[in-house]
């Protein structure tokens, strides 16, 4: 695969003649709206969207997703493959050769020893990498000479760009990094909240849960790039006000992730200042279900750490309350055309899309017989079923955002119709995502019994998403309560299975495997998914250049972006 076209931007034709003319930050300043405010700059600590865009101005993998989800070279001369050599025909080596000349924003070279420090830091035992599922399956990573690294796997791997591919799986420099592995990872503030990257833009003032100031990067490898000299990221704040700071009132030029009823999304358009961005990837908003017990009544190193919880690893129940909801409903209501029924944790690509479930139609009264015919009654008349004389009392915990506030609502009602009690609560997204392990209140934690979010993968193929299903990656307090595997869900089946598919051929056979593991998910009480989610965000008619990716990050080409002449 040839990179010389590539590394101008897979946008580029967009902007030939402009960028011609133009010279490097000769665009001012371009000032974007995340309301999820960031709070680290380190995707390495973090599972958070909010998180890991935003580092992605600054830090860069070998190769990522472009619009269409095609891998596509970014720090390497092109993407390896059996056929140009660049992974060998048993399949368990690979070999990327970095673009010669990168250098990281301070002036140093780029080499292979970033990125093998990059490996050491995210798979030290006393760390709390937030992306360990990334270097699953592999033995080693050699260095043989500055611009080439050689990975080699415990067994053959079809799917190998998975290491340092992708929003996730940056290259942090070695040099700044040097003494933040292991235990001491999350206390490295300057390095977390500053780090020197091979991106478009460096930091040059963050301040967490609030805004980032970055400059353009003058050593970026891209003549002419990016056209802005200074992005603002402001954070906070909630989707509608974000939404109406670009489309209405014009203060800002990119609003990200605009979760919004689609009628206030369409009166917000009507204004004439800004316009909406919509593309469906693998997004999901679902329910994940605790398998730990969270009761606040329980010690530090208990609290949603013990299993099992009291009953929602009972077949009924989670079967029951995902049969009670109303999918339609709530599309209807929070999502319009940006959203779609979904039974599934991967909806998409199309051949990993499980018809094994059918969740189209509420079922109120096959719920309570459900429930009824497995003994979970109210046995004592005041409208709330018991297993074991446990009452089927639930938290449920989200990020405070309107559309997610409506979801909770209603199903709070749904689950009333059929005997389970709800007492609902939203923390500030900026925190709920933001990854401290000081913080009772992150989506790691869980202090909850059901919590919902939506979640992702870069690319087409979820090998490394199945991953957060693995019993050994659930936060702990022994990382930092770092870990994908949020719901705590542990299935040695599961994993065998996850095994299985990492040594598979093919996206036919990769495809019935990964629908497997999805539906064991869902069977299992990992998750109730609810809506397939598109990805809204809304930009400014001023601003040009800017393709919606649902692959990889949507700030993906932000060094094409450029101001309307």
């Known amino acids: 695969m040839d990179a010389r076209p590539l590394l101008l931007g897979a946008t580029a034709s967009l902007a030939i003649a402009a960028s011609a003319q133009a010279e490097r930050g000769s665009d001012g300043e371009v000032r974007v709206l995340y309301w999820q405010a960031p709070s680290t700059l ?20 070998l190769a990522r997703f472009d619009e269409r989800g095609e891998l596509t070279p970014w720090l390497v001369d092109e993407i390896p493959t059996v056929d140009n050599g660049g992974v060998s025909e048993d399949l368990t080596q690979i070999t990327w050769k970095l673009t010669e000349g990168i250098t990281w924003s301070d002036g140093t070279p780029l080499t292979s020893a970033d990125v093998k420090f990059t490996y050491d830091y995210c798979t030290h035992p006393e760390g709390g990498c937030a992306q360990q ?61 500053g780090p020197i990257g091979t991106g478009p833009f460096v930091v040059e003032e963050f301040k967490p849960n609030d805004v980032i100031v970055y400059a353009a990067n003058d050593r970026f490898r891209m003549e002419d790039k990016p056209h802005f000299a200074k992005v603002t990221l402001k954070g906070g704040g909630d989707a509608a006000a974000a939404a109406r700071a670009v489309m209405e009132t014009g203060e800002f030029d990119y609003a990200w992730n605009l979760q919004l009823a689609p009628d206030i999304i369409a009166s917000m358009e009507e204004a004439g200042k800004g316009s909406i961005l919509s593309e469906f ?13 969270p009761d606040p ?52 690509p199309e051949w990993h899309n499980s018809d094994t479930f059918d969740c189209d139609e509420q079922d109120v009264e096959g719920a309570n017989k459900l429930l009824d015919e497995a003994g979970i009654v109210d046995t004592d008349g005041d409208g709330i079923r018991e297993k074991d004389g446990v009452p ?8 405070t955002n309107a559309v997610r506030q409506d979801t ?99 996206n036919e056979a990769r495809g ?54």
């Open 392 to 399: 089927l009392k639930l938290l449920f915990q989200t990020s």
């Open 281 to 293: 990837g693998p997004t999901v908003e679902r329910l994940m279900l605790n398998h730990t017990n």
């Open 512 to 565: 019935a495997i990964g629908r497997r593991l999805n539906d064991m998910a869902i069977e299992g009480g990992m998750m109730i998914p609810l809506v397939h989610r598109g990805r809204i965000a809304a930009k400014s008619n001023t601003l040009e250049g800017v393709v919606m990716n649902a692959w990889d990050s949507e700030l993906w080409n932000i060094h094409d972006w450029r101001r309307a002449q």
């Open 42 to 61: 380190n995707p390495f600590l973090s599972g958070g969207r909010k998180d890991t865009e935003a580092a992605g101005l600054i830090l860069e993998p």
């Open 133 to 193: 599922t990334k270097f699953g399956g592999i033995t080693s990573v050699e260095t043989p000479d500055d611009l080439t690294v050689v990975v080699t796997f415990d067994a053959p791997t079809p799917n190998p760009h998975v290491a340092f591919v992708g929003l996730e799986s940056p290259i942090l420099q070695a040099a700044q990094f040097a003494e933040c592995l292991g235990a001491a990872a999350s206390s490295c503030t300057e390095a977390n909240f």
């Open 408 to 506: 909770q609502e209603l199903v709070k009602q749904m689950w009333s119709d059929i005997g389970i009690e709800t007492e609902l609560r939203n923390i500030n997204a900026s925190v709920f995502f933001g990854g401290d392990a000081g913080s009772p209140d992150t989506f790691q934690k869980f202090y909850a019994d059901i919590q919902m979010y939506s979640n992702t993968f870069g690319g087409t193929d979820p090998q490394g998403y199945f991953g957060n299903g693995l019993c050994d990656k659930a936060p702990t307090p022994e990382k930092q309560w770092q870990g994908e595997n949020i719901s705590r869900y542990c299935n040695p089946e599961f994993d065998a299975l996850y095994e299985e598919l990492k040594s598979t051929v093919g």
């Open 297 to 348: 009544a329980l010690g530090p190193d208990e609290r949603a750490i013990v299993r099992p919880h009291p009953f929602l690893q009972e077949p009924a129940v989670f079967k029951a309350m995902s049969m009670a909801i109303d999918r339609q409903l709530l599309v209807e209501v929070g999502y319009g055309p940006a959203g779609k029924i979904t039974c599934n944790w991967v909806p998409a």
